[in-house]
């Protein structure tokens, strides 16, 4: 599967962002969708994951009650849904798939930047 996440961009604090994971490939639904996350000098983090119906979820603790992933099988995107954003925040996004199991992430598409300034 290919995947390719988009619409980062420059937000001020308290805002709220949408970003798409649009994925090709081999059909969507039998994949596991994550989201991660990486700041300039920090070591990538982990951010969400939903399951292949869309009816299972969970959070980081930084972001629980301000982000939540959505999926909608029949466009093969899953979104990540920001709000209350805070400066740290800030980093590139990407979204990941795994075929087998949460927490183990076999595809990777390139990640889009989130600023938020303060």
């Known amino acids: 599967v290919q995947l390719q996440a988009s619409g980062g961009g420059l937000v001020q604090a308290g805002g709220s962002l949408r970003l798409p994971c649009a994925a090709s490939g081999r059909t969507f639904s039998s994949y596991i969708m994550a989201w991660f996350r990486q700041a300039p000098g920090k070591v990538r983090e982990f951010v969400g994951e939903?399951?292949?119906?869309?009816?299972?979820?969970s959070y980081a603790d930084s972001v629980k009650g301000r982000f939540t992933i959505s999926r909608d099988n029949a466009k093969s995107t899953v979104y990540l849904h920001m709000n209350s954003l805070k400066p740290e925040d800030t980093a590139v996004y990407c979204c990941?798939?795994?075929?087998?199991?949460?927490?183990?992430?076999?595809?990777w598409g390139p990640g889009t930047q989130v600023t938020v300034s303060s």
């Open positions: 990941a798939a795994s075929s087998v199991a949460y927490g183990r992430y076999e595809y």
């Open positions: 939903i399951g292949r119906s869309g009816g299972s979820t």
